[in-house]
């Protein structure tokens, strides 16, 4: 049950005093409205029933101290304990008494996680400080960042060893004991040199004993060897697993292997940000398994962005957003993209073809021009175009022997439905305005620095999406709020130098602990 918010300030309030006005917390604290969160939160609490709880805004910005602060959830409660500034962003009297640790688990667990709340909370933020005239421009950056899993990666041979462990600790503990019908002697996958038949072995075993499980056991009446039965034929049903592009942990069954180079990978979490590029602050976060193909989400982080308030008039990424239905949904909300061509999705060879668009023809390095171009279907469904050069051209041309043999007389070019309009955007991006412009979008790994070094971006604190997701919002959030106080000190004047030396400290204190640890 939620209370009345009607705090009565107490005698000790007076030590508030010896905070600075520009420190970091108090800005915070007198300059962005968080009663919006109880607003945000109001339908998970029983409204007439039960004890008073914790209120949702005092919750949440116990949970920005963390994350700003990069610390447990016992740290937080200790440090939130013992700190004025803490207490005063908190809202609470310095002898007032903070809530257990294990609650924060508890209203992130039942509050936060799963649902779009703290997406609201971003958007709601930020909206509050456009409407100020606290953050301006109109270029926005996106781009992804990975963070390691909580835990290591298993070949699948040991993850399947592990399910075959598991479903027995748990026919034991329901049923008493093990059937002998069930063989519990586990190959040696280890022994087998071949990789394949390692892989083969373990598959059949554990397929086995599922099978003498469900015919040894009562299923029905045990709720938990159901659940480990059901989740063991999942992941062997998945056609990746034995790729291992699946499960590669039962203790976190969503993280996937994902790459960072060709020769350089990974096993975790994608976090898709989208940033203003003169505020660098974050507007919309996406996060998904190491697997995902950066843009996918990317209409949906455009629109969350739109809901801030946050006028978009330029949107910059890498070569992995040069794609047509990004291009379009740019071009759809009035924006300009700064976006590189992607060989991938544009191979032509410029030093031996050039585009005329408002002809449509294309030109060779001889001079010679196609006379028509037909549409083409192929069986592979992709769409293509032909454009077919002038023949007679092509029969006298000087450089015939180099460019095609046979008895083809005329050159055929065949490219994708899209290249006409990518021609544009290639031209486009050798100019210096676009060099100078595509300068903007450095903001975005500085912020990826930001949020991995001093954050604890680059491990996940917990297991499987949700939890990841959760802590990269968070995350999201309290570097959003330490950029908000920045601005607003930047502001005042000679006030920005106190702020910049607590920033760098709190910074550089972060960095000392995790080293010495």
């Keep these: ?13 007076v030590l508030y005093s010896k905070i600075p006005e520009n420190h970091i917390l108090k800005i915070l604290r007198d300059e962005v409205d968080f009663s919006f969160i109880n607003e945000l939160l109001e339908k998970t609490y029983c409204k007439h ?3 008073p709880a914790k209120e949702p805004e005092f919750m949440v910005k116990l949970l920005v101290l963390q994350y700003l602060y990069d610390l447990s959830d016992v740290r937080i409660i200790e440090e939130a304990s013992l700190n004025l500034a803490h207490m005063y962003f908190l809202g609470i009297n310095p002898e007032d008494d903070l809530p257990h640790p294990s609650l924060l688990t508890k209203f992130r667990k039942e509050k936060l996680e799963g649902n779009f709340t703290v997406d609201d909370i971003i958007t709601e933020s930020i909206g509050q400080s456009v409407e100020k005239g606290i953050l301006g421009g109109s270029g926005l950056s996106i781009d992804t960042t990975h963070s390691e899993a909580n835990t290591f990666k298993c070949t699948v041979e040991r993850v399947m060893k592990h399910l075959a462990k598991k479903l027995f600790k748990i026919v034991e503990k329901e049923n008493g004991e093990v059937p002998e019908k069930i063989n519990q002697e586990i190959p040696d996958y280890k022994e087998i040199e071949d990789h394949k038949e390692a ?11 599922i099978a003498n499980v469900e015919k040894t056991v009562d299923v029905e009446s045990a709720p938990e060897t159901k659940e480990v039965l059901n989740m063991a034929k999942e992941i062997l049903k998945d056609p990746k697993f034995l790729e291992q592009k699946g499960v590669r942990s039962l203790v976190d069954q969503d993280a996937r292997v994902g790459h960072k180079s060709k020769t350089s990978h990974f096993f975790g979490y994608k976090t898709e940000f989208m940033i203003t590029t003169e505020d660098r602050i974050i507007t919309a ?3 998904r398994d190491g697997a995902y193909v950066d843009g996918t989400m990317f209409n949906e982080l455009l629109e969350q962005t739109r809901k801030s308030g946050i006028v978009i008039d330029e949107v910059y990424g890498d070569k992995a957003y040069f794609k047509k239905p ?11 993209p700064y976006i590189p061509v992607s060989e991938m999705a544009y191979k032509i060879d410029e030093e031996l073809y050039s585009y005329n668009k408002d002809s449509d023809e294309w030109f060779c390095a001889q001079g010679n021009k196609t006379e028509r171009k037909v549409y083409k279907k192929r069986k592979d469904g992709k769409e293509t175009y032909r454009y077919y050069f002038d023949r007679e051209t092509c029969r006298n041309c000087p450089l015939r022997e180099q460019c095609f043999s046979g008895k083809t007389v005329g050159r055929i070019l065949e490219i994708g439905i899209n290249t006409p309009e990518f021609y544009e955007y290639s031209q486009e991006q050798k100019t210096d305005e ?9 903001c975005q790994e500085w912020k990826n ?3 991995k070094n001093f954050h604890g971006l680059d491990r996940a604190r917990g297991y499987g999406l949700r939890s990841m997701e959760l802590q990269a919002k968070l995350t999201a959030l309290a570097v959003n709020l330490k950029r908000i106080a920045k601005i607003l000190s930047s502001k005042n004047g000679s006030n920005s130098i106190f702020i910049t030396i607590i920033l760098k400290w709190t910074d550089k204190n972060r960095e000392n602990q995790k080293k010495s640890a």
Excluded: C, H, P, W
């Design 1 to 13: 049950m939620l209370k009345d918010k009607d705090m009565q300030l107490s005698i000790y309030s």
């Design 49 to 51: 029933y039960g004890r």
């Design 199 to 209: 892989k083969k072995t373990m598959k059949s075993y554990l397929e086995e004993t």
């Design 285 to 287: 976060v996406n996060v």
């Design 326 to 336: 990004i291009l379009d949904k740019i071009k759809e909300v009035g924006a300009k």
């Design 434 to 442: 676009f060099k100078e412009k595509y300068r903007n979008r450095s």
């Design 449 to 451: 620095g930001e949020m």
